[in-house]
C-alpha cells in the first residue's frame, strides 16, 4: 500500500499541485505555505483561507501616520484598480513570489512615491518593484494633464494608494513562510494578464 510521500505513515489521499503527487490530508495542512508553495488554484488552499483566523497587532499597520478615510479610497478607487492590474501584471511571472517579498516591494514603492532613498532589493522582489516602475513609466506621461489638488493622479493619492496596498498585504499574511494570500487576491481581484500597459 502506497504511504505519503512526507511523513510515510498515512494514505495519500490529497493530490498536490505544488508537489504532483498525493500527499496525506494531515501533512497538507500542516506544510501549506511552509514547505510547500501552494499554487493559486489549489482548492485546498482556498478552503484552508476561508477558515483562517489571524490575530492582528494594530501597532504593525504599515504608515499608520497616513490617514486613509472612506472618502478618500471612493476618491482613488481608479488608481487603486490600476495599480492593483500593474502589481498582478509583476507577479505573474514569478510563480512562487511570496506575501513576504511582495510586501518588500510594495515598501520600496512607498518609499519612492515619498521621494526618498529606495532601500536595496533583490531577487523577486526586485523584479516586482522593476516591473511596477516599468507599467508606471507608460503612463507616467499622461499624470501632466491632471491638473489640482482634485485629481486622482496627484502625488498625495499615488502615495496613499500604495499604503493601502501595502497595508492589505499586511493584513493578508497569515505568518507562514511562504504565503501567497495578497498575490492570490491580486490575481482574483485585478485584471488579468493584460494589465494597462
Given at each position: 500500500?502506497?504511504?505519503?510521500?512526507?511523513?510515510?505513515?498515512?494514505?495519500?489521499?490529497?493530490?498536490?499541485?505544488?508537489?504532483?503527487?498525493?500527499?496525506?490530508?494531515?501533512?497538507?495542512?500542516?506544510?501549506?505555505?511552509?514547505?510547500?508553495?501552494?499554487?493559486?488554484?489549489?482548492?485546498?488552499?482556498?478552503?484552508?483561507?476561508?477558515?483562517?483566523?489571524v490575530?492582528?497587532?494594530?501597532?504593525?499597520?504599515?504608515?499608520?501616520?497616513?490617514?486613509?478615510?472612506?472618502?478618500?479610497l471612493?476618491?482613488?478607487?481608479?488608481?487603486?484598480?490600476?495599480?492593483?492590474?500593474?502589481?498582478?501584471?509583476?507577479?505573474?511571472?514569478?510563480?512562487?513570489?511570496?506575501?513576504?517579498?511582495?510586501?518588500?516591494?510594495?515598501?520600496?514603492?512607498?518609499?519612492?512615491?515619498?521621494?526618498?532613498?529606495?532601500?536595496?532589493?533583490?531577487?523577486?522582489?526586485?523584479?516586482?518593484?522593476?516591473?511596477?516602475?516599468?507599467?508606471?513609466?507608460?503612463?507616467?506621461?499622461?499624470?501632466?494633464?491632471?491638473?489640482?489638488?482634485?485629481?486622482?493622479?496627484?502625488?498625495?493619492?499615488?502615495?496613499?494608494?500604495?499604503?493601502?496596498?501595502?497595508?492589505?498585504?499586511?493584513?493578508?499574511?497569515?505568518?507562514?513562510?511562504?504565503?501567497?494570500?495578497?498575490?492570490?487576491?491580486?490575481?482574483?481581484?485585478?485584471?488579468?494578464?493584460?494589465?494597462?500597459e
Open positions: 500500500m502506497a504511504l505519503c510521500p512526507i511523513c510515510g505513515l498515512r494514505k495519500p489521499k490529497r493530490y498536490c499541485t505544488a508537489r504532483g503527487e498525493n500527499i496525506c490530508a494531515q501533512c497538507c495542512a500542516a506544510n501549506r505555505e511552509v514547505t510547500i508553495h501552494c499554487p493559486f488554484e489549489c482548492l485546498y488552499l482556498g478552503d484552508s483561507r476561508a477558515h483562517e483566523k490575530e492582528r497587532d494594530p501597532s504593525t499597520l504599515p504608515h499608520r501616520d497616513f490617514e486613509l478615510s472612506e472618502a478618500f471612493r476618491h482613488a478607487d481608479l488608481t487603486i484598480m490600476l495599480f492593483g492590474a500593474f502589481l498582478n501584471k509583476a507577479a505573474r511571472p514569478l510563480p512562487n513570489l511570496t506575501d513576504a517579498e511582495m510586501r518588500a516591494a510594495l515598501e520600496a514603492m512607498v518609499q519612492r512615491f515619498k521621494k526618498v532613498d529606495v532601500p536595496a532589493l533583490d531577487g523577486p522582489a526586485a523584479q516586482v518593484f522593476e516591473s511596477f516602475e516599468q507599467s508606471y513609466g507608460k503612463f507616467h506621461s499622461d499624470l501632466a494633464k491632471e491638473q489640482g489638488a482634485d485629481s486622482v493622479f496627484n502625488e498625495r493619492t499615488l502615495l496613499g494608494v500604495v499604503i493601502f496596498l501595502a497595508r492589505m498585504a499586511h493584513g493578508h499574511n497569515n505568518g507562514k513562510p511562504h504565503c501567497r494570500a495578497f498575490v492570490h487576491y491580486l490575481r482574483a481581484t485585478f485584471p488579468a494578464a493584460d494589465a494597462p
